[in-house]
C-alpha cells in the first residue's frame, strides 16, 4: 500500500467517526422527542381527568336539582345518597385509570429514551473502535508496502 492508499485509509475512519457521531445526535434528539411526547401526554391525561371531574360535578349538581324538584328529602333518603355515592365512585374510578395509564406511559416513554440514548452512545463507540481498525489496517498495509521498498 502506498501513501494514497494510507490517506485514504484516514478519510475512511474520519468517515466512520462523522458517521458515528451523526447516529449519535440522531438518538439524542429522537430521546428528547420521546421525553417532549411524554409530557404533552402527561398533560393531555390530566385534561382528561380534569374534564370527568367537572362532567361528575355538573352532573352531580343537575342530579340534585332534579332530586329536590321532586320534593324528596336528598340529605335523608339512603337510596339518594347511595345513587349520589355510586356516581361519585365511577367518576373517581374513571380519573383513577386515566393517571395509571398516565403513570404506566409515562414509564414507557423514560424506558424508551433512555434505550435510545444507550443506542446513540453505543453507535458512537461503535464508529470509534472501527475507524482505529481502518487506521491500523491502512497503517499495517502501509508499513508492509514501505518495508519491501514500495512507499511512493
Known sequence: MNAIGLIFSVMSAAGQLAAGQAEKEEADLNAFNIRTDKKLNSVEADQVSLSIKREFDTAM??????????????????????????????????????????HW?????????????????????????RA?????????????????????
Open 61 to 102: 349538581s343537575a342530579n340534585i336539582a332534579a332530586l329536590a324538584a321532586t320534593g324528596r328529602d336528598i340529605g335523608s333518603s339512603m337510596s339518594i345518597k347511595a345513587f349520589l355515592e355510586k356516581q361519585k365512585e365511577i367518576a373517581y374510578e374513571d380519573i383513577g385509570r386515566t393517571q395509571n395509564q398516565k
Open 105 to 129: 406511559a409515562d414509564i414507557k416513554s423514560d424506558m424508551a429514551s433512555l434505550a435510545e440514548g444507550r443506542r446513540g452512545r453505543n453507535a458512537k463507540t461503535a464508529s470509534l473502535y
Open 132 to 152: 482505529a481498525g481502518t487506521l491500523y489496517q491502512g497503517y499495517d498495509s502501509f508499513s508492509k508496502s514501505a518495508a519491501k521498498g514500495g512507499a511512493s
